[in-house]
């Protein structure tokens, strides 16, 4: 009944699909000769495209993509027009957003206390690739120059504001030199060149910003894309200032009552059964000296997505970059990280936890460079296979000539409930510098047969003994650097529940 | 079928376990060799014996670990086969034992795993299950037996990072909260020193009463010094050689196990 209410969908105006190479061709050609682009726009693009070029699309053998099902991605096809960026097209009817906001309302509902702690919650919200300004929460502040808002607003509202965040970043980059083609994401730079949207977050110096920034990236299965969205995630931290921010992709049904369109986005996409398109995130992370800040992503769409995350970071002197990768659904998720720990006591810690089901799939290629001494990173990533899933832990960390003082540790656990789950793992160490501390190592195991058995004698049943287990072999990644908040609790309560429904439920270990 | 009152009646008036021509073993190797042991109410029970004799066995087998099989005879709990238990089930009608290595479980916090395992105890047996705040309080009166710090119990994961004697005492105080009917301790002196062993033999007193009945496995006799057995029973080679009263322990520690090896058994 309510669906007969639904606008039908937009139907390219071109009928023809092509690859991605092509349609990445035909996007540039549109883009390029797109006459009311400030130079400053233009410029940033080209710089990216160009850099693109010189690479060229991934291929299995190149280091970062091995084992990744590039196949898919590249034989995929795609309506061939291509949106312009910052078009606001017109939102869905009413119904439609009040099923979204009524679906969103569940998402990490805080309690009452912290609400009123942070009386404004700032929250940006895309659907299907599209920002949402009634479902959203913008920001952008007169008074001490807080911005947090999506690129088409900030476009409309305050373009030199962007303009400048797009120039500090450029300056950050113009500090590397070996900008070539081994440090290139092909999928961040062509998100670079083509983003479509996405958010802009600006804190000022010496600004501690309290509220959770909540970014949330949402498909609903009645609207899949006809082609792949790019959205591009600029967050700048001045001097001494501080953020936490929440990014999470979910599958929401505004049509179905909020129980069932819970956490467990399993059956959402059970009818989609054809691989939606890519959404393409790139996250360009400027932290100025002493700056503090901590992102969680937490990629949770469904079975059927497919999403490219990239998040490159700069690292000022004395700042220390804190990022938590959840993965609990998802076909194929890929999170990249790239950071340059710029200046001497930067620290980086990037953890990361699957959880994963059926045939989902997770790869996380890092890639973490000291370049100057004395600088500090951790990486700790745990997974929890069952069914078929697989995951992926490519992690490099390079010590440049003269970083002596680097401390760097990685480590990858991986807990394999069954069979047919399957784990790659390589942490590796590039160390060109005499005197550091650098420690890598992996294991992977199953659940402990006698911490099993010592939990059924004190009369925790089979179900109750494993879900317990499971919980405790993935509670450091959730507990360590993790700031003592809503958006760490509500991700606890999110995990906790997700081994307990999804993953125990589906497979007899 | 045996219903809760019944079992109550049990409790008090009939054994808590009888074990009737024990065989067991690991792997297809027979350890134990027909053992027959009737544990009343109110009784503690000590199982001496050198290294191998199938002391560990006989408690593994107590609580059904998965490894070991019984091969003959029977056990009886509260009138109960107990084999056609899980170990889960086993636990929750009153069955405990204190481990000789203590497992460790980094990522579960002490505290909540014992309220956890108390909770599913009471779930069992149709009480209330106590919220985190009341089960605090038993905690601390219970964690005072076995002079347990609070940082152990609240900061700590369960037995992760904890010394030989704390995690004994960890054991005991799991003991304490969960108030067995039959609790088996297995080795629980193995690598105590003697302040530890005097805390865990002062716990395990404590927790003794006429409803409840205790098999204590041991190398030594000093443990019996602090928890005064009832009975006293030798076992090598998978059977039960000799059985005593506390006294047959002081002659054990004073001649040595081959003095019963070597001479022929008597009649039982």
């Known amino acids: 009944m309510v669906h007969s209410e639904l606008p039908t969908m937009e139907k390219p105006s071109v009928e023809t699909t092509v690859t991605l190479k092509d349609y990445i061709h035909t996007a540039w050609q549109m883009l390029a000769n797109d006459a009311t682009m400030p130079d400053w726009l233009k410029s940033y693009r080209q710089r990216a495209f160009d850099r693109y070029s010189a690479c060229g699309l991934p291929t299995p053998r190149h280091e970062a993509w091995k084992n990744y099902p590039l196949q898919g991605l590249m034989n995929q096809t795609i309506a061939s027009d291509f949106t312009p960026p910052f078009t606001v097209k017109a939102e869905r009817d009413s119904a439609f957003i009040a099923g979204l906001s009524k679906a969103l309302e569940g998402i990490n509902a805080s309690d009452k206390q912290a609400e009123k702690r942070a009386a404004f919650k700032p929250r940006l919200v895309f659907v299907n690739g599209q920002y949402s300004s009634a479902l959203s929460a913008s920001m952008q502040l007169e008074k001490n120059g807080v911005v947090v808002q999506s690129c088409s607003a900030l476009y409309q509202s305050d373009p030199a504001c962007f303009e400048s965040v797009l120039s500090s970043w450029r300056a950050q980059e113009e500090k590397l030199t070996e900008l070539d083609s081994d440090l290139s994401d092909a999928f961040a730079l062509l998100t670079s060149a083509f983003f479509q949207d996405g958010v802009v977050i600006f804190i000022p110096d010496e600004t501690d910003f309290l509220p959770v920034i909540e970014i949330l990236l949402v498909t609903t299965p009645q609207h899949q894309a006809e082609q792949p969205a790019f959205l591009q995630q600029f967050i700048h931290l001045g001097k001494r200032a501080s953020a936490s921010i929440s990014v999470q992709s979910l599958c929401l049904d505004p049509f179905q009552p909020v129980e069932s369109a819970s956490e467990d986005n399993t059956s959402n996409l059970e009818s989609a059964e054809k691989a939606s398109m890519p959404v393409l995130v790139n996250r360009q992370i400027c932290l100025q000296d002493e700056a503090n800040l901590t992102l969680n992503l937490l990629l949770n769409d469904g079975l059927s997505t497919r999403q490219l995350h990239h998040t490159q970071s700069f690292v000022g002197q004395s700042a220390s970059l804190n990022l938590l990768t959840a993965t609990l659904s998802g076909k194929t998720n890929r999170h990249a990280i790239q950071t340059f720990l710029m200046d001497t006591d930067a620290s980086a810690t990037l953890n990361g936890l699957d959880v994963l089901h059926e045939s989902n799939k997770a790869f996380h290629p890092t890639q973490t460079h000291h370049r100057v001494a004395n600088t500090t990173s951790s990486q700790l990533y745990k997974s929890i296979l069952s069914q078929q899933s697989t995951s992926s832990f490519n992690g490099t960390v390079l010590v440049a000539k003269h970083a002596n003082g680097t401390a760097a540790e990685q480590m990858n656990n991986s807990l394999l409930l069954s069979e047919q789950a399957k784990v790659w793992t390589r942490p590796q160490l590039q160390i060109l510098a005499d005197d550091v501390k650098c420690s890598h190592g992996a294991t992977v195991g199953q659940i402990n047969a006698d911490q099993l058995f010592y939990l059924y004698s004190r009369g925790f049943s089979k179900s109750a003994a494993k879900n317990l287990l499971i919980l405790a072999f993935a509670a450091d990644v959730l507990t360590q650097n993790q700031p003592d908040n809503q958006d760490t609790a509500s991700l606890k309560a999110l995990v906790s529940k997700h081994i307990q429904t999804t993953i125990h439920a589906d497979h007899a270990v | ?268």
């Open chain 2, 1 to 268: 079928m045996i219903s809760a009152s019944s079992d109550k009646h049990a409790q008090s008036n009939s054994p808590i376990l009888v074990v009737d021509n024990l065989h067991a073993g690991v792997n297809d190797k027979t350890i134990l060799n027909g053992i027959s042991i009737t544990v009343n109410p109110g009784e503690v029970h000590a199982i001496m014996g050198p290294n191998g004799s199938g002391k560990s066995t006989l408690s593994k087998i107590l609580v059904g670990h998965p490894d070991f099989e019984m091969t003959a005879g029977s056990v009886t709990y509260l009138g109960e086969d107990l084999s056609t238990y899980e170990p889960d089930e086993r636990a929750l009608r009153g069955i405990f034992l204190a481990f000789q290595y203590p497992v460790e479980i980094p990522g579960v916090n002490n505290a909540a795993f014992l309220r956890m395992a108390y909770n599913a105890k009471m779930v069992h047996q149709g009480k209330e299950e106590l919220d985190p705040l009341d089960f605090a309080e038993l905690l601390e009166e219970k964690a005072k037996l076995v002079e347990m710090d609070a940082d152990l119990l609240n900061q700590r994961a369960v037995n992760e990072g904890f010394s030989g004697g704390e995690k004994k005492r960890n054991e005991i105080l799991q003991m304490a909260v969960l108030e067995p009917t039959l609790a088996v301790l297995d080795e629980t002196d193995s690598g105590l020193d003697i302040d530890a062993l005097r805390i865990v033999a002062s716990g395990v007193n404590s927790l003794r009463s006429p409803n409840n009945g205790m098999i204590i496995v041991t190398h030594y006799q000093r443990l019996l010094n602090y928890i005064e057995p009832d009975f006293v029973h030798v076992l090598a080679n998978g059977k039960i050689i000799r059985s005593g009263d506390k006294v047959l322990a002081h002659e054990l520690e004073e001649k040595g196990y081959d003095w019963l090896l070597n001479e022929p058994s008597p009649a039982a």
